[in-house]
């Protein structure tokens, strides 16, 4: 399995050589070459595993150059119930991402069991142990360098904490996430991480990252690597548990399912889009946006036009306040025909602050189920209270974003699963705004919003960021 570059000017490489870097020498997103296809029998075969033998059955398709029984000994290591340990009362740890039934054809997958209670520990638990794997086999270090809207950043952290030959360097919008996302970052005293607050948004925060990685001198001198869902390690596991929901609601594989996952930089779902195109059969890729409602505007439109900071809006589902999203450029790769020409055509002008239409291509979504919805503040308030009324489930902002839209565009007769992504005790204000209560969470995470913080509040300084980063490794 060869890995090629959405730009078409960089080698093709294999996972372990892509697996440190994340973005392509070209400035592209790596993607498989083809992407290997399950056969009905194939998916057959799959039904009634375990959440690790399914990883391992999807992961050995695309990652063939550890060997089998490394790779199976990493996956087993990543997906233990004692690391997915706070499922919800009555869900069993050990399904990793059990299924909740709302009603009669509509789901919630949860993935938020993981250590920092948000989807992000699904593939991010399983990037840092592929990461000390390959480090110690060849001896090297890696400075990592990530940006977050909220739980990537923890996600990577937890992750990476203690882990050796590994430093992270993460960025994040400076007093715009949750009082507890906070708290989870930089209460972490370890002295191989590093928090940097920036004084900007996100778009901010992800623009620099991109910036060091496209300066190949200085990324290969500082062995700067990367974590946020441009790396393709990110995605290839979050293909898995579109997997495991799809088997958990059906009976057979002729019949279809539809996913709704909240979206912000497209990375969750473009793991969604990759599955169908590897043969599970999804009939719909619903698209939940809030504010920041890009996506949905292309989606509706064929007009892709990324917002600057100053309309970038900072809403109760913090995680997804992104106006430019950075896996996009996967799925419009594959939607103009794999043309790198054309991709770099269209990101020409969106890394130079502009936009693209391509509304001629709108007909061409249908091929690949996508549609779109937004949400914003009252919807998703409206929302987690009815669902708790309802269903007697308190969900948080960005998965009532996801579960608002998806009640809108469901269809009676298909399974719709919305990809639940944070436990609501992340946006403690929001649910008690929403509902006049404060949201359980975790015993062992009571109070740690006390903790001692340690953080670097910086402007978004690309040649500040770099001497920082110079001046602790």
């Given at each position: 399995m060869k890995y090629i570059s959405t730009r078409g000017q960089s080698p093709a490489s294999s996972f372990s050589e892509i697996l440190l870097g994340g973005l392509a020498p070209d400035g592209g997103l790596y993607l498989p070459e083809t992407y290997p296809k399950f056969t009905n029998a194939d998916l057959t075969a799959m039904r009634g595993m375990n959440y690790p033998d399914l990883a391992f059955a999807i992961l050995s398709r695309l990652i063939d150059d550890i060997p089998p029984t490394d790779l199976k000994a990493i996956i087993d290591k990543t997906y233990r119930a004692d690391v997915y340990a706070y499922a919800r009362s009555g869900q069993n740890a050990a399904d990793i991402t059990p299924t909740l039934k709302l009603e009669d054809n509509l789901y919630l997958l949860s993935l938020s069991n993981g250590p920092t209670l948000a989807?992000?520990?699904?593939?991010?638990?399983?990037?840092?142990?592929?990461?000390?794997?390959?480090?110690?086999?060849?001896?090297?270090?890696?400075?990592?360098?990530?940006?977050?809207?909220?739980?990537?950043?923890?996600?990577?952290e937890y992750a990476m904490r203690g882990k050796k030959g590994i430093r992270v360097f993460m960025l994040s919008p400076h007093k715009k996430m949750s009082r507890f996302q906070t708290a989870q970052m930089f209460s972490l005293q370890d002295e191989n991480i590093f928090n940097i607050a920036v004084n900007g948004v996100f778009d901010d925060c992800q623009d620099m990252v991109k910036a060091v990685s496209n300066d190949a001198d200085f990324k290969a001198k500082y062995k700067i690597g990367a974590v946020n869902s441009i790396n393709w390690g990110r995605i290839v596991a979050q293909v898995v548990y579109y997997f495991k929901g799809y088997f958990a609601v059906t009976a057979n594989n002729a019949q279809q399912v539809s996913f709704s996952v909240p979206s912000g930089n497209f990375g969750n779902v473009c793991a969604g889009h990759i599955a169908r195109m590897m043969g599970l059969p999804i009939d719909k890729l619903v698209v939940a946006t809030n504010e920041n409602d890009v996506l949905d505007e292309f989606f509706k439109t064929g007009a892709y036009r990324p917002r600057g900071s100053a309309n970038t809006y900072h809403t109760s589902s913090p995680s997804m306040d992104i106006?430019?999203?950075?896996?996009?450029?996967?799925?419009?790769?594959?939607?103009?025909?794999?043309d790198s020409a054309k991709v770099r055509e269209l990101w020409g002008s969106v890394d130079k602050g502009g936009a693209f239409d391509i509304k001629q291509l709108l007909p061409k979504l249908a091929d690949y189920g996508f549609i779109s919805g937004s949400s914003n503040h009252a919807n998703r308030m409206k929302t987690i209270r009815e669902t708790k009324a309802k269903y007697n489930v308190v969900i948080d902002t960005h998965t009532a974003d996801g579960l608002k839209v998806a009640m809108e565009l469901r269809e009676a007769d298909v399974p719709m699963i919305v990809l639940e992504t944070a436990l609501p005790a992340k946006f403690e204000d929001a649910i008690v705004e929403a509902l006049g209560e404060v949201p359980e969470r975790p015993a062992d995470l009571s109070g740690i919003e006390n903790l001692p913080q340690k953080f670097t509040v910086m402007e978004a300084d690309v040649a500040a960021i770099k001497e920082f980063i110079v001046k602790h490794v």
């Open positions: 989807f992000k520990d699904m593939a991010m638990q399983l990037l840092g142990n592929l990461f000390e794997y390959a480090l110690t086999k060849t001896g090297k270090t890696t400075n990592i360098l990530g940006a977050t809207s909220g739980d990537t950043g923890s996600a990577a106006s430019k999203a950075s896996n996009f450029e996967r799925f419009v790769f594959d939607l103009v025909g794999r």
